[in-house]
């Protein structure tokens, strides 16, 4: 493993016949997946294929102890000891879907409050709009300030009593801020509150510790670090867990089942319902297994230094604004260029065969923060290098070249 | 494969100078187009007298191929009655599909000849065809109001 060369392993990126070697940078949307991963998803279904938890021949408990050491390694991952605190989702968004049904459930009353910030992506902004319009519950915003920043003091004093949940991101897909989350969190138990942090754009960058952090939930993607689409996974603590009932029901979430009544499973598989997307899970451990053995550390130092050279080199760009921190900051870089339409700049790139978001990122509300209609988006990720950037601020200089030519 | 020819001198012109961009004082209608998933907005004015477009003008917050493509159209609508806004619709999406068009319809379809790189680009076609799904939406709003 070079790191200097690490998208040799990522066969999308290091066997393409094209020209000019393919540069993703729409890493905060998905990344591409290394031989390791798309590997192990595969060598599950040509060896190792059955039902978990419910086959009673070797072959499923081979598919079982494999699924559940995939559980095992996600939750070593972020750090809990408790492998039975990791529920699988699709990802993100369903994890915050199914928080915001048994929250609307089981916890919030008519009139309670659900605190969000201005930031959130949609995946945590309509599903909690879905249950205030069910159930009479109210929406209230954190402000974001200056480069992109949450003020803590702000949030304690206007904390409304009557708030239950606190969800918000740990990073921003749109400016790529980090926030403070261990006082975010701190503040949320100080007032009573359940606190939910959005990983998604996390997890892929620095280590996380949730028990640390001091959630009670968190949750993140396994397509954003190298994993599989599909898979993602909700952290819980415990007791919360245990305190709640499932959403969905079906096969493998419960004890015993009669025609009026049932007896759920312990958790985590009370919030598994139905076949899991095994090969993921098995995929997603992968992901992880080649992301600790490049160690998180220098995954961050490897992103950091990429993203401090992109935003040193588009300082130069005439009339071009990047939007968000200069430090404390992931890979995810949004920018504007003045009398160029981010779409433009994002085809003109495609034609150089450069990959980058242009248009709201999900995140709307933050365009409205922005006053941009729209903004281009270039997210950096392990296996980019260097040049990498120089090709990238090449074709942004050519691209203004382009639109300035004409008077 | 570089895409800068696309982006034709014309098509670039068009944006930085669009034709007939603002508001009509006294507009018979106007209308409201987007595309959501990437956040083109237009919004058209128009005139219409006997099943003719009198006058037109737009305002955009929107990509280049989108400002060029409504610039275009309001040039070669101003003024023509809807039949022949109709004949350009059709060329305008024979265009678009990367269709082959005949040495008359290429001279009719003017400055929107620059447009053609945009079949290349499927993603970008919506852009292209703004103005006119808005032109459609206008239509039927002036069907309703008994305008036409």
Redesign the interface.
């Known amino acids: 493993m070079n790191p200097a060369e690490l998208y040799l392993d990522f066969p999308l990126l290091r066997d393409n016949d094209d ?1 000019e070697r393919l540069i993703f940078l729409d890493n905060a949307a998905t990344t591409q997946k290394p031989d390791t991963v798309i590997n192990a998803v595969s060598a599950y279904y040509r060896e190792s294929n059955a039902n978990v938890h419910r086959s009673p021949y070797r072959l499923g408990e081979k598919s079982t102890d494999l699924y559940e050491s995939a559980r095992s390694k996600t939750a070593r991952f972020i750090k809990t000891a408790d492998d039975k605190e990791i529920v699988f989702t699709r990802g993100v968004t369903e994890s915050i879907n199914l928080l915001a049904t048994i929250l609307s459930d089981q916890l919030l009353k008519p009139g309670d409050v659900i605190l969000l910030t201005e930031a959130e992506h949609h995946s945590n902004i309509v599903p909690w709009q879905i249950i205030a319009k069910r159930c009479g519950v109210k929406l209230e915003f954190v402000k974001l300030h200056g480069d992109g920043r949450f003020d803590l003091s702000e949030i304690e004093s206007n904390w409304n009593p009557k708030t239950k949940v606190f969800s918000f991101q740990h990073a921003s897909n749109v400016l790529g801020t980090i926030h403070p989350v261990n006082e975010l969190c701190e503040i949320a138990r100080c007032k009573g509150a359940v606190s939910i942090v959005d990983g998604a754009q996390s997890v892929p960058h620095f280590g996380i510790d949730v028990s640390d952090m001091g959630c009670d939930f968190y949750t993140f993607s396994g397509h954003k670090m190298v994993g599989p689409t599909g898979i993602g996974a909700l952290y819980g603590r415990r007791e919360l867990l245990e305190r709640f009932d499932p959403a969905f029901g079906g096969g493998e979430m419960i004890k015993r089942v009669s025609l009026f009544e049932s007896e759920y499973n312990d958790v985590p598989h009370k919030f598994e319902a139905g076949t899991p997307n095994i090969a993921g899970a098995i995929g997603l451990g992968a992901a992880i297994d080649y992301l600790e053995k490049l160690t998180m550390k220098k995954v961050e130092s490897m992103v950091n230094s990429l993203a401090a050279y992109a935003l040193e080199r588009l300082s130069t760009i005439e009339g071009l604004a990047v939007h968000g921190p200069q430090t404390d900051r992931t890979g995810a870089i949004s920018f504007w260029m003045d009398g ?5 700049i994002a ?2 790139l ?3 065969n450069i990959a980058v978001r ?3 990122h999900c995140a709307e509300p933050i ?1 409205n923060w922005l006053k941009r ?2 903004t281009t988006r270039a997210s950096f990720y392990i296996y980019n290098i260097r040049e990498d950037v120089d090709r990238f601020i090449d074709s942004l200089n ?1 691209i203004r070249g ?2 300035k ?3 | ?4 020819k ?2 034709s ?1 014309v098509l ?2 068009h ?2 100078h669009p034709r007939h961009s603002g508001e009509l004082t006294n507009p018979d209608i106007s209308m409201d187009g987007a595309n959501p ?5 237009i919004t058209m004015y128009a005139s219409v007298e006997d099943g003719t477009l009198v006058d037109v003008a737009f305002r955009s ?5 989108c400002t060029a493509s409504a610039s275009m159209f309001c040039e070669m609508a101003k003024g023509k009655d809807f039949d022949h806004i109709h004949q350009h619709d059709q060329l305008m999406r024979k265009l678009m599909h990367g269709e082959k068009l005949e040495h008359d319809e290429r001279r009719a379809l003017a400055d929107m000849n620059s447009l053609e790189g945009v079949s290349k ?1 499927p993603v ?1 076609v919506k ?1 292209a065809m703004l103005v006119w799904e808005t032109w459609e939406l206008m239509k039927q709003k002036l069907k309703e109001i008994n305008k036409v």
Do not use: K, Q
């Open positions: 020209e160029i339409h981010p779409h433009d085809s003109l495609d034609g150089d242009a248009g709201r365009m209609p729209a050519r382009l639109f030519n004409v008077s | 494969m570089s895409h800068d696309i982006y001198e670039l012109d944006n930085r998933m990437c956040g083109d907005e917050t929107a990509c280049a191929i680009l970008r852009c």
